[in-house]
């Protein structure tokens, strides 16, 4: 079985990963403003939603392999947190087939280290335990903590947790590899090798990825990368695309219709 897509809309291709324990069904919000503009490949990433689990030893480089047998040979990419990382890293892998770039909340290294704000390693190794435990318990802690700043934190958890009853519940085996790439994957030392047009967009009140990072992240970029820019929205956490789906989609959409042409 392959990765399930779920394709909509018409214009140049988008492909939608989304963040670690969702699935497709968390950019139904998102899609239909895009999709009069876009034809849109909504992602079930490898053992969430529709999509049968990878083994438990695959690799960045597997999960990004599997999305890329599924999608259109040439398409825009926008990856969510931890779709964020995959996005990056087929635009490394394959960047003829990856045009555009476009990542939300999301960032090439999300775990805390000296200078480089993130994820607490800590926290990141009770999830893991807990995840032996009670696999269900540790999402909604990961729901809680993406909404949390959010003005609309309530109704973004509320929405969240509607995404994932849309679909079959996460493999705990991908739950556990999803968990081990946020902790593992560092792709700061490759930003500089991409050479296509870059969006990234963060929430100020973002607990997950600080904006602290920001200039951080901008810094290890190539400074002659056309087209490229980054955007705070101010009142948004981890998921400005849900809280704040409308300049989200704008912001999308002109970033893409502009560095085409």
């Given at each position: ?11 140049p ?15 139904q ?8 503009d876009?034809?849109l ?13 990878l ?6 480089n ?5 999305v ?19 996005a990056?890293?087929a635009?490394?892998l394959a ?5 555009h770039?476009?990542?939300?909340a ?14 607490k ?16 318990t ?15 934190a309530?109704?973004?958890?509320r ?21 081990a ?40 970029l190539?400074e ?31 970033f ?6």
């Amino acid at each position: 079985m392959s990765v399930y897509v779920e394709s909509r809309g018409q214009g140049p291709s988008l492909v939608l990963l989304h963040g670690w324990g969702m699935n497709g069904a968390v950019w139904q919000g998102l899609a239909s403003r895009l999709e009069s503009d876009f034809r849109l490949h909504l992602v079930d990433l490898p053992g969430f939603g529709h999509s049968p689990a990878l083994p438990r030893s695959a690799r960045l480089n597997d999960w990004v392999n599997a999305v890329l047998e599924v999608v259109p040979s040439q398409a825009a990419w926008l990856g969510w947190s931890l779709g964020g990382l995959l996005a990056t890293q087929a635009a490394l892998l394959a960047p003829s087939r990856v045009s555009h770039l476009v990542t939300l909340a999301s960032t090439p290294c999300f775990v805390a280290e000296s200078a480089w704000p993130g994820i607490k390693p800590e926290v990141l190794a009770t999830f893991e335990q807990q995840l032996v435990e009670d696999h269900h318990t540790v999402i909604n802690r990961f729901l809680a903590l993406q909404a949390m700043g959010s003005e609309h934190a309530r109704e973004d958890i509320r929405q969240l947790k509607a995404s994932l009853a849309a679909k079959p519940s996460p493999d705990p085996v991908a739950l556990a590899a999803g968990l081990a790439l946020l902790g593992e994957v560092d792709l700061r030392a490759r930003l500089g090798e991409l050479q296509l047009p870059v969006l990234r967009l963060y929430g100020r009140l973002d607990g997950l990825v600080p904006k602290k990072v920001i200039p951080l992240v901008a810094a290890l970029l190539p400074e002659n990368l056309a087209h490229s820019h980054s955007h705070v929205e101010a009142k948004a956490s981890h998921a400005a695309f849900i809280s704040h789906p409308d300049t989200t989609a704008e912001r999308i959409k002109n970033f893409l219709q502009q560095a085409q042409t």
